[in-house]
């Protein structure tokens, strides 16, 4: 089909939100930051004063989830990342965002999603895949400078510490870990600013 579906996927603070928003701007396609879910289930079960790793109450959470009703700004704060990155390690939870990240990859025309498992999982088939990556060192330098814009007062080694550990859960755990497609285009945006990064996706997905 002439649908152009992009998949970025990338371990946190990778820039692959900053990126698939730009490329979602540039072909005027819908964006979906499927981070955003687990974010909004990982609030939903503390706001219900239960644990992350509690089963039952994620995919429950993840089975009502109102998609139309995600307060980002609520969503991007540090403890935030760290539920999410627990109850995405539950199968159940995972199963219940299936369907409506596929619907909307499903879109007339196409449409960019971010996440950790779009090219593997939500769209095997996708038009164009890229994996976004930088070390650790910069994602947690990113990620910090991002957090104290926000107001959070955090000390930068907590960032880094928790980048770690969540690449190490995202990337260790049985259900859709975090691992590049074979056919995953590989972007390193370690030494690149976001222009320098948003030119080369661009030359990716223009030689698709
Ligand atoms: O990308 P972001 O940092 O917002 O994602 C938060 C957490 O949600 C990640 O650490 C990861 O565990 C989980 N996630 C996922 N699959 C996706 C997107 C996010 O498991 N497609």
Redesign the pocket.
Known sequence: SDNLVIAL?G???SG??TLAKKIAGHFGLPHL???????AV?RGVLDQGKDPGDTAAAAAVAAALDVSALDEDR?RGAE??EA??????IPAV?AALFEL?RAFAARPGGAV??????GTV?CPDATVKIFVTATPEVRAERRFKELKGRGESIAFDDVLADIRR?DE??SS?SA?P?VAAADAHLLDTTTLDIDAAFQTALGIIGRR
């Open positions: 996927d371990p946190a603070a692959k939100g930051d499927t981070g955003l879910l687990y974010r990982g969503l935030m990342g999410a990155s627990r109850v995405a390690a995972r990240q999603l971010d996440g950790r498992d779009i939500i969540r859960r995202d755990r859709a975090l």
